[in-house]
């Protein structure tokens, strides 16, 4: 089947075959790991390495999301190697609120996997914050869209017929 066959609803089935809906709750992280705005480059470089992950809201005192680093802006702002250590800028003398990106796309918890997907991948960009009432509530990547395909490939592999040829071959 084709991609554009399927339902516009992600689904999964539990062990009896009914159809159970894959929702932003269902794959967004929740546990999240977040970092003030006060809190310098060095910081945000051990968060994302301890915890292996790519994206780091930034919250205020108020828990309120105020912007995003991600590796890249890491990346982008660590000061080369290269350079004369006098010259260098040190990973403690960058605060995130001068690297953040402020201009954060987020989704709503009630917004479909679909559309969250879509968004993504038309803007190119790697996780949306996911917020109920103004909160943050979780975090959804594009890592786990991939878990998402895989599931649905997995599913595929189990209802389609075997086809003998292929199995010869192989």
Do not use: Y
Not at 14 to 41: W, Y
Not at 51 to 66: A, F, N, S, Y
Not at 102 to 127: K, M, N, P
């Amino acid at each position: 089947r084709l991609v554009s066959d399927w339902s516009s609803d992600v689904c999964s089935s539990d062990l009896n075959g009914a159809r159970i809906m894959m929702t932003l709750d269902t794959i967004m992280s929740t546990d999240l790991v977040t970092i003030r705005p006060d809190e310098n480059l060095a910081a945000a470089r051990a968060l994302m390495h301890d915890k292996r992950i790519h994206h780091l809201p930034v919250v205020d005192d108020q828990e309120e999301l105020v912007g995003l680093v991600t590796l890249t802006n890491v990346l982008a702002a660590t000061d080369s190697f290269l350079r004369d250590d006098d010259s260098r800028i040190h990973a403690k003398e960058i605060v995130v609120k001068d690297m953040m990106v402020v201009d954060v796309a987020t989704v709503d918890e009630h917004a479909s996997l679909r559309q969250a997907a879509l968004f993504l991948e038309r803007h190119r960009i790697g996780c949306l914050p996911v917020m109920s009432d103004g909160k943050l509530k979780g975090i959804i990547t594009d890592t786990d869209f991939v878990g998402v395909a895989i599931n649905l490939l997995e599913q595929i592999e189990e209802t389609e017929p075997v086809d003998e040829d292929l199995e010869e071959a192989s």
